[in-house]
T-cell receptor, first 115, second 112 residues
Framework: DAGITQSPRHKVTETGTPVTLRCHQT?????MYWYRQDPGHGLRLIHY???????DKGEVSDGYSVSRSKTEDFLLTLESATSSQTSVYFC??????????????FGPGTRLTVL | QKEVEQDPGPLSVPEGAIVSLNCTYS??????FMWYRQYSRKGPELLMY????GNKEDGRFTAQVDKSSKYISLFIRDSQPSDSATYLC????????????FGTGTSLTVIP
């Protein structure tokens, strides 16, 4: 998994509680991404980061926030979890976002269930 | 209409068969085309990566891009049970590294 770890790997929580998922990389890649994967929807981008303290929204950012205080860590927070946020969450990293190598490498995923 | 369309399958083939997986897309600005393989309960892993049109071969895998038809394919020769997985196509536009567009994935089972 290209030096990417995610924690926790599984979590069950209740509606209305805040949840934070962590992505940690050892590759020193500049770009980091959070996706969610749901049946019939594939992978959808939630937020991404293009550097320390530099983040931007993706396709499905409502209800989520992110932070990146160090190159190696990218946190995803569900401010007040809802059942619609039950999903598998993947972190990805990218060496370069531009004209050369434009690929992403994925972590093992976090399976989140909101009751 | 989604930017990337992919038949979800499922696809079931006997061992040794040639498998053809396909995606179509609508955005002519896509220049990077990727195939990922995802085993059950695992993260997607990059399988093939091509830039612009043409073919790329890696062992039993061949990726083809036809930009005129907005159509990409992944061929698997001599398929093995270990190829059983979900295959995702992905595409992006240069200088927009955040903008990866994924197909929904095709589930493949190779029967011994």
């Amino acid at each position: 998994d290209a030096g990417i770890t995610q924690s926790p790997r599984h979590k069950v929580t209740e509606t209305g509680t805040p949840v934070t998922l962590r992505c940690h990389q050892t590759e020193n890649h500049r770009y980091m991404y959070w996706y969610r994967q749901d049946p019939g929807h594939g992978l959808r981008l939630i937020h991404y980061s293009y550097g320390v303290k530099d983040t931007d929204k993706g396709e499905v950012s409502d209800g989520y926030s992110v932070s990146r205080s160090k190159t190696e860590d990218f946190l995803l927070t569900l401010e007040s979890a809802t059942s619609s946020q039950t999903s598998v969450y993947f972190c990805a990293i990218s060496e370069v976002a531009g004209e050369s190598t434009d690929t992403q490498y994925f972590g093992p995923g976090t399976r989140l269930t909101v009751l | 209409q989604k930017e990337v369309e992919q038949d979800p399958g499922p696809l079931s083939v006997p061992e040794g068969a040639i498998v053809s997986l396909n995606c179509t897309y609508s955005n002519s600005a896509f220049q990077y085309f990727m195939w990922y393989r995802q085993y059950s309960r695992k993260g997607p892993e990059l399988l093939m990566y091509t830039y612009s049109s043409g073919n790329k071969e890696d062992g039993r895998f061949t990726a083809q891009v036809d930009k005129s038809s907005k159509y990409i394919s992944l061929f698997i020769r001599d398929s093995q049970p270990s190829d059983s997985a979900t295959y995702l196509c992905a595409m992006s536009v240069p200088n927009t590294g955040n903008q990866f567009y994924f197909g929904t994935g095709t589930s493949l089972t190779v029967i011994p």
